[in-house]
């Protein structure tokens, strides 16, 4: 059975950095497409960023350039290092993966249906 736990979410002010983790069981980071989802109060879930099995990622451009994604296959791991955060950034995080999606990453970000395996999420808050 897939299980992601995601963890690292907390407060931070604008311009600070977070660090969030998703760690998997009932299945192998390296053969999936991975990524992060975010919903606000009152918004729809967006994609953040995501990774394939061959290490290619893609990002939201709302993201781009402030967030980096990874991940840790021999720990089953993955990582969104949150830098220059911003209040409209405050969310709900989710990790999520796709099994056998040909999509690219930054294709498989507008098409959520294709993750069939989600985590409870991780609250950020950016205060101003």
């Known amino acids: 059975q897939v299980h992601l736990v995601e963890s690292g979410g907390g407060s931070v002010q604008t311009g600070g950095s977070l660090t969030l983790s998703c760690t998997a069981s009932?299945?192998?980071?390296?053969?999936?497409?991975i990524g992060w989802f975010r919903q606000a109060p009152g918004k729809e879930r967006e994609g953040v960023a995501a990774i394939d099995s061959e290490g290619s990622t893609g990002y939201a451009d709302s993201v781009k350039g402030r967030f980096t994604i990874s991940k840790d296959n021999a720990k089953n791991t993955l990582y969104l290092r949150m830098n220059s955060l911003k209040p409209e950034d405050t969310a709900m995080y989710y990790c999520?993966?796709?099994?056998?999606?040909?999509?690219?990453?930054?294709?498989?970000?507008?098409?959520?249906?294709?993750?069939?395996?989600w985590g409870q999420g991780t609250q950020v808050t950016v205060s101003s």
């Open positions: 009932g299945f192998t980071y390296s053969s999936y497409c």
């Open positions: 999520a993966a796709a099994d056998g999606t040909l999509m690219t990453p930054k294709q498989a970000l507008g098409v959520m249906v294709a993750f069939g395996s």
